[in-house]
């Protein structure tokens, strides 16, 4: 292990300071991220929405990403981002910051839809900008930092998103108040949890303020649209799988706060405990994945991590132990999200300059699409079965696997015929 920090260490100190600047106001966003995604769930739940609801305002965010990625990376896909990062980060923050105060239904759809308009641009141009700023030396390694470094912001924001809701509802409450029995106490300390999430990524605008970026024209003088329809089927390999695993998550992952309140009755802290937890073993599995990719390659790697997250999708639907529920979801989030810097450095590798934005914003459009059906399904389906959170993991099960088996095929080719051009 000593061996990997040592690895990482030296890929930081040879980075350059684009990269190094771009993790260190990831390090912010993460933060930010993870205190409004581990809250609002059941933000949304104490002030009283129903499920169906608290799935349409979750999947408003989605609606957001899905709109503006492909747009986004048609714009970007020859252009330098230092303002695309700053900006997006200045206004996703303000959402974050106004939506405690917005307390109409409609309203809150609309601010949530905002701050997925801003997540979608950030979104679309980290991988190609990494790509860009790094050599192939170094590349796995910063990709896996990447998303590292973000996801030990998110142990470090949900833990502190829980312990100030509960300590503010302890502050606010009597002696001896349940806080459950209390949920206007809980909402209004979610609340300002969020608002302190905006000002995070209001911070992470000033770091991605400093970012130096400089593109050089792509593709001689062909049009973007034109590189797209030439690479169209490097484009679709990678668009079809991202399809079913976004489907997937969308419909389940959305309620797992909600299905630990149901069917365990954990409270905020103890959520927001579990939520940091999971973030760090989400950490050292993207620490893992420069190893993992160097033993099983791209393809072999995220097809294997995949499948071996179905089994704890199967222990999530059938326990009724609480120990079992929390070590399955740790577990489970550990795996599926390991394969992130993997499956970014293989799109990066397999697509051309020029089209590198573009892929990565259909795959964002694609990914959005799943998490705006997904939640207003999900939410459907637990208003509709008397909260059988069951259903949504099996259909989360089914999902996957198919894009496993797509994965394989699909990609396969690419990666192959990437590693050729390289040697």
């Known amino acids: ?40 769930a059941r933000y949304l739940d104490a002030r009283g929405f129903g499920k169906e609801q608290v799935g349409n305002i979750l999947a408003a965010d989605a609606l957001g990403k899905t709109l ?48 997925g308009v801003c997540l979608a641009v950030h979104y679309v141009v980290i991988a190609p900008f990494l790509f860009r700023h790094t050599t192939s030396k170094e590349r796995a390694s910063i990709f896996g930092l990447a998303e590292a470094t973000r996801t030990m912001a998110s142990v470090v924001g949900s833990l ?71 690479h169209r089927s490097v484009v679709a390999r990678f668009a079809l799988p991202q399809l079913f695993v976004a489907a997937g998550s969308g419909f389940c992952i959305p309620f797992l706060p909600l299905y630990f309140k149901d069917r365990f009755g954990l409270g905020p802290e103890s959520w927001g405990q579990l939520f940091a937890g999971g973030q760090v073993l989400m950490t050292i599995g993207l620490l893992l994945s420069p190893v993992v990719l160097a ?17 704890f999708f199967l222990m999530l639907a059938l326990t009724m132990s609480l120990p079992m529920a929390m070590a399955a979801f740790l577990l489970r989030g550990a795996l599926m999200n390991s394969t992130h810097p993997i499956h ?17 914003g259909i795959n964002a459009t694609l990914w959005g699409l799943g998490w705006v059906i997904g939640p207003r399904l999900g939410g459907q389906v637990l208003e509709r ?3 059988d959170y069951s259903l949504l993991m099996y259909f989360t099960m089914g999902c996957y696997l198919i894009a496993a088996v797509l994965t394989y095929l699909l990609l396969h080719p690419v990666e192959q015929q990437a590693q050729e051009t390289v040697l």
Do not use: C
């Open 295 to 311: 033993r099983l390659g791209y393809v072999r790697s995220i097809v294997a991590i995949e499948v071996a997250s179905l089994p």
């Open 344 to 360: 970014k450095n293989l799109m990066m590798l397999g697509t051309p300059e020029g089209v590198r934005e573009v892929q990565t």
């Open 160 to 230: 502190a998103a829980g312990f100030l809701v509960a300590w503010l509802m302890t502050r606010w409450l009597a002696p001896g108040a349940i806080p459950g029995d209390h949920p206007q106490a809980e909402a209004d300390a979610t609340g300002y949890a969020i608002m302190g999430a905006g000002v995070t990524a209001i911070l992470a605008a000033l770091q991605y303020r400093r970012i130096a970026d400089v593109r050089r024209e792509g593709q001689g003088q062909q049009s973007i649209l034109g590189s797209i329809w030439q």
């Open 68 to 115: 503006v990625a492909l747009p986004a990376a048609l714009w970007l896909a020859r252009r330098a981002v230092q303002r695309t990062f700053m900006v997006s980060a200045l206004i996703g923050g303000g959402a974050y910051m106004l939506l405690p105060f917005v307390t109409n239904y409609y309203g809150l759809l609309v601010t949530n839809f905002v701050a």
């Open 385 to 387: 079965s008397g909260d």
């Open 1 to 40: 292990m000593s061996s990997i920090w040592q690895n990482y260490w030296h890929h930081w100190r040879v980075a350059t300071p684009p990269a190094r600047r771009y993790l260190l106001g990831a390090i912010l966003m993460g933060f930010s991220q993870a205190v409004t995604w581990s809250l609002l």
